[in-house]
């Protein structure tokens, strides 16, 4: 976190994450003009314990920014990617319509391993409630143009969301789906 301060303090920057395991437990703000840079979804790991409380977002922003190179496991937290980083983007399954003043822009997902397993586990206590949701939350959710999703694996429950998404690239990703959920590109 403290490092995605510094960047977003010098108008943005590489934050590299060298090789390693490294456990989450909240959201990470990823301010413009920063690239979050693993050193590859086989040696850089990122998870989100089982039992951690439910949170918005492991990684989000208003815009411009860059994830890649990077394995992320997470079951608790409603997204894993999200841009922008407003409350209707939550709201929801798919989220609500966002007006034009606060879509974000220009994001690079390259080379990820993206693992969103909101319904492991799933069977008693607080994950009753999972059981109301009719469809797949996503773990990948841009709204605005110049989006980009390249060499990534998306494992989810609701896998992709891509809202008012001209000139954005997806190419060359595997997609693994379940609990009803879908890849949209609207």
């Given amino acids: 976190r403290a490092a995605l ?24 703000k990823v301010p413009p003009r920063t690239t979050v840079r693993g050193e590859g979804p086989d040696r850089t790991f990122l998870f989100v314990p089982y039992k951690t409380p439910e949170f918005n977002a492991v990684f989000a922003g ?25 409350p209707d ?19 690079h997902l390259r080379n990820l391993r993206l693992h969103h397993l909101r319904y492991a586990h799933y069977v008693r206590g607080r994950d009753a409630n999972l059981r109301q949701e009719l469809e797949g939350l996503p773990a990948v959710l841009l709204y605005g143009p110049y ?4 060499d990534c694996n998306i494992v989810s429950g609701g896998n992709l969301l891509l809202w008012n998404s001209a000139r954005s690239y997806v190419a060359r990703n ?9 890849f949209l590109i609207v």
């Fill in 174 to 182: 595997t997609f693994g789906i379940g609990r009803g959920g879908a």
């Fill in 147 to 150: 989006m980009e999703i390249t």
């Fill in 89 to 107: 983007a939550y709201d929801g399954t798919w989220g609500k319509p966002l007006p034009r003043e606060a879509w974000g822009r220009n994001v």
């Fill in 5 to 28: 301060q510094a960047a977003g303090a010098a108008g943005g920057g590489v934050v590299l994450l060298p090789q390693g395991t490294y456990k989450l437990t909240g959201e990470l």
């Fill in 62 to 86: 208003a815009g411009d920014f860059t994830i890649e190179h990077l394995w992320l496991t997470a079951q608790t937290p409603r997204r894993l990617i999200v841009c922008p980083d407003h």
